[in-house]
């Protein structure tokens, strides 16, 4: 699998695959590689998500230095 699929292509072969699946008209083999594949592509889904997060999550101060963004709520 291809860690360079953006995560727009990522999903749309992941849905094709769910759509295959749920046709039901694949012979078992077929659909045991087809959920492979699909646990792959859920996965690399997931790992660029998270580093999204991770990005999301901080920030950089007024001197360049990388910090972790708090909401600080409200009492």
């Keep these: 699998m ?13 849905e094709a695959i769910v759509h295959q699946l749920e ?7 077929e659909a045991i590689s087809i959920y492979k594949k699909g646990m792959e592509l859920s996965q690399l889904l997931h790992d660029k998500l ?4 991770e990005q999301l999550t901080k920030v950089m101060t007024e001197d360049e ?8 709520e409200e009492e």
């Design 2 to 14: 291809s860690k360079t699929l953006s995560f727009e292509e990522a999903m749309e072969q992941l």
């Design 50 to 53: 998270k580093n999204v997060e």
């Design 23 to 29: 046709e039901g008209d694949v012979p078992l083999e």
């Design 65 to 72: 230095q990388e910090v972790d963004f708090v909401i600080e």
